[in-house]
């Protein structure tokens, strides 16, 4: 069977990750994929995981208590370079939109997601990814989705290879997947 969005985002990610690498977990939320992200790198690895809520640390650290690989960052994805130290990522996730059960009036944003996309695709290895899901079902997310569509699919080719993973037969603006994988350089 066709994996839906957010377990075919995993299987991307667990692909490539191998323990004691360097990730991030782009937007932290409730810590769902911090969690995963801090499993598959193991005790030597390392997550750097981001939310601009307070709330969202917060529920994270409580989800994942007894990682001792996570680091929390009160802080914008945008900022993600002031943080990881020049160390080079295997992979970034995002799960794009607002909070879960939290404030939806808070949202993520096109600028500050490119930002942090440029940035993290700097840092990645050749073969790292960003994995994207991209909820759509808002007015922002709506937004951010074009700009990211228009900017992704002029990513040179020669750099990187980008994914659209997306059912078209739901309805209610089902979320969709976007991955940049980038090239590996002889």
Known sequence: MLRRVLPQAKALAEAIIQEGDAVVDATCGNGHDTKFLAGLVGAEGKVYSFDI??????????????HDNIEFILDSHGDVDRYTCDRALKAAMFNLGYLPKGDKSITTTPDSTILAIQKL???LVDGGRIIIVVYHGHPGG???RDVLIE?????PQKEAQVLKYQFINQKNDAPFLL??????HA
């Open 53 to 66: 809520q307070a709330e969202a640390i917060e529920n994270a650290r409580t989800l994942c208590s007894g």
């Open 121 to 123: 695709f700097d840092r």
């Open 142 to 144: 709506k937004v951010e």
């Open 151 to 155: 900017q992704l699919s002029q990513w």
């Open 179 to 184: 991955c940049i994988e980038k090239n590996r």
